[in-house]
């Protein structure tokens, strides 16, 4: 399968290798986001991610598919978790196979920035004292 | 018509879902985001204020016809 496109509970960041891995492929790359203890120099106790599912699932669909248009690419891959997540633990994983590094290395960018502008999930930052909704106001 | 509310938007409506019932029906998605505004003026404070219409991002000049799925969608903050 060309592309794997999820929202899921818990992110597995093991599996992504073996969903990018081809033949034809001499590069693989991958970027992981994951919780930051500190934002502006407050303690994050907790990430918390909401999404508008169905949405999200067809935004992420054009996106990759535009990255398949874009660069020459063997397998994209776009999986974001939903829920609480603690400290270190990962909530988005993306990731590109391509013949060379090049593609894959700019794919990846484009796919992760992107996702970020386009693709209905909120993030609440959950600090000892308060919850923020994360770019909601000026 | 009802309206899905996520995000910061579900916190200042206090509920994920409303369906109108002084019978309001928007023409279209820029009277829809008025009446909302006018509504819970505090939408007015976000950074921005998009609309899904069957899960697609609409333009304020999409037409409604009262059958659709609409999302509000306040700043999206994934990743």
């Given at each position: 399968m060309k592309k794997v496109i999820e929202i899921v509970?818990?992110?597995?960041?093991?599996?992504v290798y073996a969903e990018l891995s081809?033949?034809?492929?001499?590069g693989i790359c991958v970027f992981v986001g994951a919780v930051r203890e500190f934002t502006n120099n407050e303690e994050v106790v907790a990430l918390e991610f909401e999404t508008y599912k169905s949405m999200a699932l067809k935004e992420m669909e054009k996106i990759a598919d535009r990255a398949l248009e874009k660069w020459s690419l063997n397998k994209v891959v776009m999986r974001h978790a939903v829920g609480e997540k603690g400290v270190e633990e990962p909530v988005v994983v993306v990731g590109a196979s391509s013949a060379h590094r090049d593609a894959c290395f700019e794919a990846c960018r484009f796919l992760i920035d992107t996702l970020k502008e386009t693709v209905p999930i909120w993030k609440k930052e959950k600090f000892k004292n308060k919850t923020v909704w994360v770019s909601a106001h000026p | 018509m009802n309206v899905l509310f996520f995000g910061i938007t579900k916190d200042i409506v206090g509920s994920s879902e409303i369906s109108f019932s002084d019978g309001f029906k928007p023409v279209n998605v820029a009277e829809l985001k008025k009446h909302l505004i006018d509504s819970y003026?505090?939408?007015?404070?976000?950074n921005s204020l998009a609309v899904a219409v069957n899960s697609e991002y609409a333009d304020d000049n999409v037409s409604l016809m009262g059958n659709e799925e609409i999302a509000i969608i306040p700043p999206v903050s994934g990743g």
């Open positions: 509970n818990i992110i597995d960041t093991a599996k081809d033949a034809k492929s001499g | 003026p505090e939408f007015s404070k976000l």
